[in-house]
Every structure is written in C-alpha cells, then in structure tokens.
C-alpha cells in the first residue's frame, strides 16, 4: 500500500477528509518551497501537491500560471523540484507528495529516468494533466512497479468510457476536477458535484479529492461532505502572491490551518 493509500485510508477509518493543498515549486522563491511545504503540513494537510513548473500550463487559470511564470524566472525545473522532495524528506518521511504538472518535463527526463529519479526523491504519486489513461499504460505500470501511484483527472464532461479507463489505470485517489474550465474558477455547484461523483463510484472505488474552485473554508466544507478530499491551489497561491515574501510561510500555515478546521468540525 502506498503512502497515498494508507493516508486516506486511516482518514477514512477516523471519519475525517482529507485536505490536499497545492504549491508552484519555486513560487514565490526557490529557497521557499521546502518551508511552505512544511508549514502546509504543519497547517494541517494530509498530502501535498506539488506544481511542476511548465510554460504552456493548459489546465491551469491565470494565479496559477503566474506561479509558473515567476518559477521558471528562476529555472526551476524538474530536477530542481525532486531536490525539493528529497530536501523535505530529510525531516518528513511520512506525508505523501504529488507531483503535479505536464508532459513535456518526463518526456524530456525520459520516462524510465523519471519514474527512478521520483522514487529516489521520494515522491508518491504524480498527476500528469496531458496523460490520458489511455495513453500511459506503460508509464502508469512503471510508476505502481515504483509503488508510486498515478492520478487521473475526472471532469463533468467525462465520458463513463474514460471513468472506466481511469479505474482500470488509476491509483491513490482519482481527481474530479469540479468545473468546466481552469483552475480557481469560482461558484462549484455542490449539488452537481454530489451527483457526478455518485456517478463515478460505480466505477472507480478509489477515494475522490475534488479540486479546482474551492477558496475558502465553507466551499471546502461543503465539498468534503460529499467527498474524500478537497484540494485547494490557487486561493494558496493568491495568498502568496498577497504577502511579502518573509511572511509567506506563516501565511500559508494560517490559512491551511483553517481549512482544516472547517473540515474536522
């Protein structure tokens, strides 16, 4: 069992949801990402995500593609960000770390390097956003083979084929992406959220985090009452974007802090 697995597991055994926060590794700064990760698990989470930065981030709305932009000023890149993880791990051996990002970066590393490369940092789990399920049996086989899982995006508009597919491929969690559209869009229908994911556990029997225009403590409550993880980016990335760079990394922690709260309440 993974360390995804086992964490939502026991989540699930003491009633609790999980909460999954989501970063620009080298956003707002390099020397900042492995305190954020760590104040974000100090504020409460129970797996981190972590962005890949990536020129031409197609799921992503503008917060999180200005995160990629002030990264790649500083050329982070993929190499750069599992020195991240494997920086982290030196005192956290224990939560979980998604990579979350395209293509582009594995293809160049090469896939075999890659899935090595992310053991050895100790990563858990990656979501490749232009991977279809379909696409990368090869790539999902070398990452389980790793005991890493692969994660794949679920939206309103999938077909039951591609829910079947992502059940056959996926592991961890799978990841409804809760709107037609980019990343930190707002107003999530929870009503139709309920529904679509009633509709996807017929097939899939992995827990589901639901992402993409949750920003604030009630809409994350109202998620994870139909879910088994809610996962927060932009509004995080907006708050480091609105606060000057020495106090960042209390500012996520507080944030996260009451997320978390909402949600064990």
Known sequence: ???????????????????????????????????????????????????????????????????????????????????????FRKTNTTTPIVLMGYANPI????QAAFVQAAKDAG??????????????????????????????????TSTEERIKQVAAHGAGFSYYVSLKGVTGAANIDTQEVAQRIAAIRQHVKLPIGVGFGIRDAATA???????????IGSRIIQELENTPREQAVDAVRNFVSGIRKALDE
């Open 1 to 87: 069992m993974s360390r995804i697995q086992s964490t939502l597991t026991a989540l699930a055994a003491q009633k609790r949801k999980g909460l999954i926060p989501f970063i620009t590794a080298g956003d707002p700064a390099p020397e900042l990402t492995v305190p954020l990760l760590h104040a974000l698990v100090e504020g409460g989470a129970d797996i981190l995500e972590l962005g890949v930065p990536f020129s031409d981030p197609m799921a992503e709305g503008p917060v999180i593609q200005r995160a990629c932009e002030r990264a790649l000023k500083f050329n982070v890149g993929m190499r750069d960000v599992l020195g991240y993880v494997s920086e």
């Open 107 to 110: 293809e160049r590393m090469g």
């Open 123 to 156: 990563v858990d789990g990656t979501i490749v956003v232009d991977y279809p399920p379909e696409e990368c049996e090869d790539f999902s086989a070398l990452l389980k083979a790793a005991g890493m899982d692969p994660i794949f995006l679920l939206a309103p």
């Open 221 to 231: 409550k109202a998620v994870a009452a139909v879910s088994d993880a809610v996962v």
